[in-house]
């Protein structure tokens, strides 16, 4: 009799698959993604804005040598960190995810300890000789070795803003993240630096730092504050899989590793031309390089939100669903950096000396070929946070260890004969390498593509569900 009525059942209805954006991860990602985009652009305007009044404050080798200290200090921030700003955006979005927020909150004291320490420590060495002597003996800087201790506070304050907005972004508080992760210091230091030139037309390499450090310690006591609120309301449930030291070390040396070779393939060059050329010739280099980001920026964005989603769409199984979200992402930001290069490629001269006068017009080849290298980087997609957070972190170490070694010895190959146009035309090379690399790697190791889409559907096809 079960066999008849098993028999004669209707049939269960099959559900529908999952669709690729469901509607509450379509509001998480615009929501994210419109806070990113804001933050980036109020930011990177606001960087042109400095550096413009930076340029028409300070002499062209006063500029190379800003460059070279600011070049300085994000890097000596990333070794600082010893890799746990990424850390953090994963721990706390896995910890959070499985509703463990003892987990969480206990990850958040790990990371500002040993992140912590390690950038205290970068500091002390470099303003206690390590600064002096580098600027002297490999930049031939006198006026930057002066300024060691500065340039230690700033690198020591780079490094906890980092901290701070990259735990938000674990918590998915993506305002915040860009908030204090560029946006409120890069505002703050773009209205100091405007009253400086209105009101006394220039200033001093020293008056420079000291402002720009007061920008970065207004933005962090504020983004420490809002932390410590949300942490301290987290409840004390530890889970099943209590952090360990070991645990913590493991994940975040290989992104430590990989974060430097990153930042190292970005500003290697800059030092390698401060080392062998007049510093005027960095401050063209430095001028092109700062443009030439504005090229990832819609990159930047879909890195700033995407990292915890991967996260948690991988722990689920769900790599269809994330490939397609990832290359619908990716070929939305690639239409608009294809436009940025083709007006840097066409207008590289006259924008370079509006922005930042008529000296740094001669800038305008490198200009493109950094912009090149950057466009390659964006259509390539986000590989690089899907390798990160799928525990593939050795991996991207890897290939970015030798994208920049390459970079490195081509650079100091072409240098003295090619100058700047041959150290950016090695550098895009390099990146180029890199992120082509990683994506095929990506697709070899997870299962999936994240570059764009080269045959263009409809939007509304592209979000259907």
């Given at each position: 009799?079960?066999?008849?009525?098993?028999?004669?059942?209707?049939?269960?209805?099959?559900?529908?698959?999952?669709?690729?954006?469901?509607?509450?991860?379509?509001?998480?990602?615009?929501?994210?993604g419109i806070w990113s985009l804001g933050g980036r652009l109020v930011t990177a305007a606001t960087s042109i804005l400095v550096n413009g009044l930076l340029a028409r404050l300070l002499s062209p080798d006063e500029m190379g040598a800003y460059f070279l200290i600011f070049s300085v200090a994000t890097v000596g921030a990333t070794l600082?960190?010893?890799?746990?700003?990424?850390?953090?955006?994963?721990?706390?979005?896995?910890?959070?995810?499985?509703?463990?927020?003892?987990?969480?909150?206990?990850?958040?004291?790990?990371?500002?300890?040993?992140?912590?320490?390690?950038?205290?420590?970068?500091?002390?060495?470099?303003?206690?000789?390590?600064?002096?002597?580098?600027?002297?003996?490999?930049?031939?800087?006198?006026?930057?070795?002066?300024?060691?201790?500065?340039?230690?506070?700033?690198?020591?304050?780079?490094?906890?803003?980092?901290?701070?907005?990259?735990?938000?972004?674990?918590?998915?508080?993506?305002?915040?993240?860009?908030?204090?992760?560029?946006?409120?210091?890069?505002?703050?230091?773009?209205?100091?630096?405007?009253?400086?030139?209105?009101?006394?037309?220039?200033?001093?390499?020293?008056?420079?730092?000291?402002?720009?450090?007061?920008?970065?310690?207004?933005?962090?006591?504020?983004?420490?504050?809002?932390?410590?609120?949300?942490?301290?309301?987290?409840?004390?449930?530890?889970?099943?899989?209590?952090?360990?030291?070991?645990?913590?070390?493991?994940?975040?040396?290989?992104?430590?590793?990989?974060?430097?070779?990153?930042?190292?393939?970005?500003?290697?060059?800059?030092?390698?031309?401060?080392?062998?050329?007049?510093?005027?010739?960095?401050?063209?280099?430095?001028?092109?390089?700062?443009?030439?980001?504005?090229?990832?920026?819609?990159?930047?964005?879909?890195?700033?939100?995407?990292?915890?989603?991967?996260?948690?769409?991988?722990?689920?199984?769900?790599?269809?669903?994330?490939?397609?979200?990832?290359?619908?992402?990716?070929?939305?930001?690639?239409?608009?950096?294809?436009?940025?290069?083709?007006?840097?490629?066409?207008?590289?001269?006259?924008?370079?000396?509006?922005?930042?006068?008529?000296?740094?017009?001669?800038?305008?080849?490198?200009?493109?070929?950094?912009?090149?290298?950057?466009?390659?980087?964006?259509?390539?997609?986000?590989?690089?946070?899907?390798?990160?957070?799928?525990?593939?972190?050795?991996?991207?170490?890897?290939?970015?260890?030798?994208?920049?070694?390459?970079?490195?010895?081509?650079?100091?190959?072409?240098?003295?004969?090619?100058?700047?146009?041959?150290?950016?035309?090695?550098?895009?090379?390099?990146?180029?390498f890199q992120n082509l690399a990683a994506l095929l790697y990506t697709k070899k190791k997870v299962g999936i593509w994240t570059h764009v889409r080269l045959a263009w559907p409809p939007v509304k096809q592209l979000l259907r569900s």
């Amino acid at each position: 009799m079960r066999s008849d009525i098993a028999i004669h059942a209707e049939p269960q209805p099959v559900p529908p698959p999952t669709p690729a954006f469901t509607a509450s991860l379509k509001k998480r990602l615009l929501s994210g993604g419109i806070w990113s985009l804001g933050g980036r652009l109020v930011t990177a305007a606001t960087s042109i804005l400095v550096n413009g009044l930076l340029a028409r404050l300070l002499s062209p080798d006063e500029m190379g040598a800003y460059f070279l200290i600011f070049s300085v200090a994000t890097v000596g921030a990333t070794l600082g960190q010893l890799g746990f700003a990424e850390t953090s955006v994963r721990l706390v979005a896995e910890s959070l995810g499985k509703h463990e927020p003892g987990r969480a909150a206990k990850a958040v004291r790990f990371v500002f300890l040993y992140g912590g320490i390690g950038s205290l420590i970068v500091a002390l060495a470099w303003a206690l000789g390590g600064g002096q002597w580098t600027s002297v003996a490999v930049f031939d800087s006198p006026i930057m070795g002066q300024l060691s201790v500065l340039v230690a506070i700033w690198c020591f304050l780079f490094a906890m803003r980092n901290l701070l907005a990259e735990t938000f972004r674990g918590f998915k508080d993506f305002h915040l993240a860009v908030l204090f992760g560029g946006a409120v210091h890069s505002v703050l230091a773009a209205i100091l630096f405007v009253i400086v030139w209105l009101f006394w037309h220039k200033a001093t390499l020293g008056e420079v730092l000291l402002l720009a450090i007061g920008s970065v310690v207004a933005s962090n006591l504020m983004a420490l504050a809002l932390l410590g609120r949300k942490v301290m309301r987290l409840g004390n449930n530890g889970g099943n899989a209590p952090l360990q030291t070991g645990h913590l070390f493991n994940i975040a040396l290989p992104l430590w590793l990989n974060q430097l070779t990153i930042f190292g393939l970005a500003r290697v060059n800059l030092w390698i031309l401060g080392a062998y050329h007049p510093k005027d010739d960095v401050a063209v280099y430095g001028a092109a390089l700062t443009l030439a980001t504005l090229v990832t920026m819609p990159l930047l964005v879909v890195g700033a939100v995407v990292p915890p989603f991967i996260a948690e769409m991988y722990a689920r199984n769900e790599n269809q669903r994330l490939e397609n979200i990832l290359r619908t992402i990716t070929t939305l930001a690639g239409m608009p950096t294809l436009i940025v290069l083709i007006i840097f490629s066409l207008l590289g001269g006259p924008i370079m000396g509006f922005i930042y006068g008529d000296f740094y017009r001669q800038g305008a080849l490198v200009l493109a070929l950094l912009s090149l290298g950057q466009t390659v980087n964006v259509w390539t997609g986000p590989c690089d946070p899907v390798l990160r957070m799928t525990n593939r972190q050795r991996t991207i170490m890897w290939i970015s260890i030798l994208a920049g070694f390459f970079n490195v010895v081509g650079s100091l190959l072409v240098v003295e004969k090619y100058g700047i146009t041959g150290v950016a035309f090695i550098t895009a090379l390099a990146l180029i390498f890199q992120n082509l690399a990683a994506l095929l790697y990506t697709k070899k190791k997870v299962g999936i593509w994240t570059h764009v889409r080269l045959a263009w559907p409809p939007v509304k096809q592209l979000l259907r569900s």
